[in-house]
């Protein structure tokens, strides 16, 4: 969402004109006049963004809004501008004789697989690893009485640290989906290699974000 495009209003807008704008804008799609409600919930998040200094400013520099800095939208085009990135390195002049759209969809969409085989795995352990807590408890007890277990705590902090795991892969999960949704607005018109220059051409880069792992989450 763009605030000034929702508002109708120019980026240097005064904070009447913004003010003017939004009222405009929320009587036309108010509900109750039989207007859009999600437009309506477009035009109050562009006022309340847009009425605050240090949301406006944020804004205009970053051209996000900062709470949205961390979407899954956000990190997509994050790791998709740094595969780009890799490519312009590895291929030069050359990226122009390069499918860009179509190696970065497949990179991306291997990162896509890797993370789903991950969470499949990650859970089938949870499961085992539940049952396995299940049995130990019918099992352990301490000899002078007392809840607290040591080796149930320990498996409890197992299951904690599995479960944060997964959540973080599906974080990832959702980034490389994403990136594929991101990848369909996009279309790149490339020159066709003859067959000799394609054994010479240069290696698609394989570095930065190209390995699940190197996001820095999951296991």
């Known amino acids: 969402m763009n605030p000034y495009e929702t508002l109708n209003v120019s980026k240097d807008a005064t904070l009447e004109e913004i003010k003017s704008a939004y009222k405009k804008q929320a009587k036309k799609h108010h509900p109750d006049a039989g207007g ?11 006022y309340a963004l847009l009425s605050n200094p240090e949301k406006r400013a944020y804004y205009d520099e970053h051209g ?28 030069g002049e050359r990226i122009i004789k390069v499918d860009v759209i179509g190696e970065l969809r497949r990179k991306s969409n291997s990162n896509l697989q890797a993370a789903e085989k ?40 197992r299951s904690r640290s599995a479960n944060i795991a997964i959540k973080n892969l599906k974080t990832q999960y959702e980034i490389f989906k994403e990136a594929e949704n991101i990848l369909d607005e996009y279309e ?27 996001f820095g989450w999951g296991r």
Do not use: W
């Not at 859009?36 to 562009?46: G, L, M, N, Q």
């Open 118 to 157: 991950e969470i499949n795995n990650l859970e089938e352990e949870i499961a085992k690893h539940e049952r396995c807590m299940d049995q130990l408890k019918k099992r352990f007890s301490k000899k002078n009485g007392g809840n607290s277990n040591m080796f149930m705590l320990f498996m409890e902090g």
């Open 64 to 91: 996000i809004e900062e709470e949205a800095q961390n979407s899954p939208r956000q990190m997509a085009c994050a790791f998709l501008t740094q595969l780009f990135e890799g490519m312009i390195d590895a291929h």
């Open 36 to 46: 859009d409600k999600e437009k309506f919930s477009e035009v109050s998040s562009a």
């Open 188 to 214: 790149f018109q490339f020159d066709v290699e003859p067959p000799e220059d394609i054994h010479n051409r240069a290696t698609f880069y394989s570095g930065g974000l190209g390995g699940i792992g190197s």
